[in-house]
């Protein structure tokens, strides 16, 4: 299988939209109650929003496998108004496609992109009961901070702060 990564036009935010829907249940199901998700992904993921985004200049990057979508991340430069500093805002792959070293592939994109950029360290955000927190704490990130964010309508992310220095090497690679 041949996966291959490109940067997504937004002619690709329905792509995006597909690709949310069949990984953010089964990401956040045993996490989060149903209307916090569902609140979640109208305020992250409307086509308005994901237009907005990209027209102020974050990267979203389509992670293929033999063709066919099987996950995205979206970060964005300076985050913050911070030079050099970046911010991973999404990283996502189909739940079947999982464990395969696809995960550490698109991170890795960004990472060099980022690089490319002339960003120097990596934030991210997790969710502090998302699995996916030993995936990056696997591949060098590290938290910095405990963040409760309070996003409306009663509802909070709970996460970490996550932060990863661009110029080491991502383990593995």
Known sequence: MTPGIHQAAAIEIPLIQSLIQQT???????????????????????????????????IFLILTEDGSPVGFAGFECDYGGKQGVCKLHKLYLLPETQGRGLGR????????????????????NVNRYNKALHFYRRLGFEVVAEE???????FFMNDYLMALELKEELPGR
């Open 148 to 154: 409760d964010i309070d996003i409306g309508q009663g």
């Open 24 to 58: 953010w249940k089964p990401t956040y199901g045993e996490i989060l109650s149903e209307a916090q998700m569902d609140y979640m992904l109208e305020r992250m993921y409307a086509p308005d929003v994901l237009q907005r985004q990209m027209d102020e200049g974050h």
């Open 105 to 124: 592939m698109l991170l890795h994109a960004v990472k060099e992109m980022a690089q490319e950029r002339s960003q120097e360290r990596l934030l991210l």
